[in-house]
Structure formats: C-alpha cells, structure tokens
C-alpha cells in the first residue's frame, strides 16, 4: 500500500508527515518507533476490519433476506428449500418430500419416508431441528402423501 507510511505515522503522531517524503517517514518511524511492530499492527488492523466489513455485509444481507420475507410481492416471498434431508443429512432428489412451514416464515423439506420413520420411532411428533410441533393437519398431510 503506497500510503502505508503516512497512515503509520499519523497514528504515531508525527506532525507534518503529509509532507514528508516516504523516505524520510520510514526513516523517522524507524528510529522513532519500532516500524516491524507497527507494520504487524497495521496488518492485524486491516484483517480485523475486512472481517469486520465482511461480517456487516453479512448482516445486511440477511436483513434483506427477512424484509423479503416480510414484503407481499409472492414473487419476493420465494424462499430457497433445503436439498439436504435434515434427519439423515443426506440428498433429497425426487423423493417424496414434506414441506413445513415454521411460524416465522421460513419452509423446510423433509423425505417423507425418513420424517416417518423418526415420528414412529420417537413417538415424539415435533420437527426435529426447531422443536415445533407439528399440527393435526400437517400430520394429515405427512399421511397422505
């Protein structure tokens, strides 16, 4: 970075350094300060703060996501399912697939063989990632098909 120099000393305190040349900078950071140092400071600065830009767009991202959820527009509304059975953690495929709707607008997949055969084998009629029970007509659906 060709302002690295300028940048270090304006945040060592060197009066002036605009308009110094660089040469005359690394030369008073280094008999001033201990340059190597402050090099591997500005270094772990920099990565903290693309992380830090990294993580606001991602942030920014899922609000977008939420308001989208939010909106009326149906064709805003399109919400990715899962390809990933969540109970066996395997491909979905063409196979038989329940879709849950969770309360705050997400939708979930399920192979319908595998949702099946935990619901019988646990006895427990919740879905198996939120805990949120299933309703009476859901589990009418999950029969039918």
Not at 47 to 59: D, F, I, N
Not at 83 to 98: N, Q, V, Y
Request: charged share 35%.
């Amino acid at each position: 970075d060709p302002n690295i120099f300028f940048r270090l000393a304006v945040r060592v305190g060197i009066p002036e350094a605009n308009q110094m040349s660089k040469t005359a900078l690394y030369d008073r950071l280094n008999s001033e300060c201990n340059f190597e140092r402050l090099m591997r400071a500005e270094i772990r600065r920099s990565c903290k703060e693309a992380k830090s830009r990294k993580r606001k767009r991602s942030r920014e991202r899922s609000k977008r996501t939420i308001h989208l959820a939010e909106t009326s527009d149906p064709e805003a509304k399109r919400i990715k399912l899962n390809k990933i059975d969540p109970i066996m953690l395997a491909p979905i495929g063409k196979k038989e697939t329940f879709k849950f709707s969770r309360p705050n607008g997400t939708k979930v997949q399920f192979n319908v063989d595998t949702l099946v055969d935990y619901l019988l084998t646990s006895g427990d009629f919740h879905d198996p990632e939120t805990r949120l029970p299933f309703s009476d007509d859901d589990l009418r659906e999950i029969d039918r098909i």
